[in-house]
């Protein structure tokens, strides 16, 4: 059989099989079983996220033979034509490409008549805030007086191009980035069917380079397996993408919060010698003191879910030592230097100034924590005999 790529192959082909999108799937399985299904669906998010997986699907549930179903059979014909993208009544129109007034009016056109053999036409329009203003006149005057028979599910990146008339005749579903450990847990199953021996770490690394991107991460899984074999161990998976291991960013983050400078500066020049991404680093660096942060500040968040074991217990300890308010601050002065951070000439340099200014942050007492002292004091303090007026206040 001829090889074919992951992302592919394994791309989910019933509600079930999403990852991290259980609102919209949800949502949308309700308004089948009651027969409550829009005319028009707006599904937002970043790139790779699933819009027209999801919208694929959708298309499916609505059409598949065994009626219009949250759970397709996917043997029928119509599941089959859709899942093979050759389906007559469910038509894939790139906005991009196809972004004038002509196109749209072809679809008005064709839209008039029925389905060729399903229950619905179903036009799936992706990257839709790509129409011209034209264009979007012309599909304005559809979705206004929409024939029974047509479905409309538009796919975007950027929901504010996408004028008010059409989007408040919507029905709009917004994507979530996919958390590291779901999108490693599907990898998991990925490498379990194809024989890929990868551990954890692995996966977890190819996760955290794709931030949040199903696609991306299925992409990197297929170039790592044809770079490595059918083995990968996390450090691949590193010097592939350039990437930090988690156990070294966390112990970045200790020196910075410990004012370990002498440590910091060793860390960053090992990085910069072994060809890592320095940006990334400050950027996974953000993410994992954001994480201290949220923990620190409100330890019953949901956050320590969305980590692994080891991370949660890292986020823990070192919120646990720290004071947030401290922590608050030096995460604007990481802020402030990852904006500086993509024009730098010397990104070693601005690296290592950042941090040394991050972890002074750490270091100096706030000044919350300097009243706080003098208010205890305060307390602790017998009052002085010689002062009038505190006797005075006293009495
Ligand atoms: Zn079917």
Same mark, same amino acid.
Do not use: A, H, N, Y
């Given at each position: 059989m001829a090889y074919e790529v992951i992302a592919r192959k394994y791309?989910?082909?019933?509600?079930? %099989?999403?990852?991290?999108q259980g609102h919209i799937t949800d949502t949308l399985s309700r308004a089948i079983e009651r027969d409550r299904v829009a005319h028009a669906y707006l599904f937002v998010g970043p790139r790779g996220t699933g819009k027209t997986t999801m919208a694929r699907i959708f298309a499916k549930c609505l059409n598949c033979e065994t009626g219009s179903t949250p759970q397709p059979c996917n043997t029928c014909e119509r599941c089959k034509e859709i899942t093979m993208g050759n389906?007559? %009544?469910?038509l894939e129109i790139d906005g991009a490409s196809n972004n004038g007034v002509e196109a749209v009016r072809e679809i008005r056109e064709n839209a008039k008549f029925g389905a060729n053999n399903s229950r619905y036409k179903i036009y799936i329009i992706d990257e839709v805030h790509m129409l011209s203003i034209g264009a979007f006149n012309a599909l304005l005057k559809t979705l206004e007086e929409p024939p029974p028979h047509v479905k409309f599910f538009f796919a975007t990146t @950027?929901?504010?191009?996408?004028?008010a008339t059409i989007m408040s005749r919507c029905q709009r579903f917004d994507l979530r980035r996919i958390l590291a450990r779901d999108i490693a847990g599907r990898l998991r199953f990925i490498c379990e069917s194809e024989g890929v021996d990868a551990s954890e770490d692995a996966l977890m690394a190819i996760a955290r380079g794709s931030q949040g991107g199903m696609r991306d991460a299925q992409s990197a899984l297929d170039q790592l397996i044809a770079f490595r074999g059918k083995e990968l161990s996390e450090e691949d998976v590193l010097s592939v993408f350039g990437l930090v291991s988690q156990r070294n960013l966390e112990a970045l983050a200790e020196a910075v919060l410990t004012h370990d400078i002498p440590g910091l500066l060793d860390a960053i020049a090992t990085f910069d010698q072994t060809g890592k991404d320095l940006e990334r680093v400050l950027v996974d660096l953000l993410e994992h003191m954001r994480n201290v942060l949220i923990h620190a500040y409100s330890?019953?968040?949901?956050?320590?879910? @969305?980590?692994?074991d080891s991370q949660a217990a890292v986020v823990q300890a070192q919120a646990a030592k720290t004071d947030p308010a401290r922590v608050s601050n030096l995460l604007e002065t990481l802020l402030e230097a990852e904006s500086r951070l993509k024009h730098s000439l010397s990104k070693r340099t601005l690296l290592e100034t950042s941090l040394i200014r991050a972890a002074r942050d750490a270091y100096h007492v706030t000044l919350d924590e300097v009243l706080q002292q003098i208010e205890a004091l305060k307390e602790g303090l017998p009052a002085l005999p010689d002062s009038e007026s505190d006797e005075k206040k006293k009495s």
């Open positions: 791309r989910p082909q019933v509600f079930t %099989d999403v990852v991290g389906s007559m %009544d469910v @950027e929901p504010q191009k996408i004028p330890p019953k968040s949901d956050l320590l879910k @969305e980590l692994t």
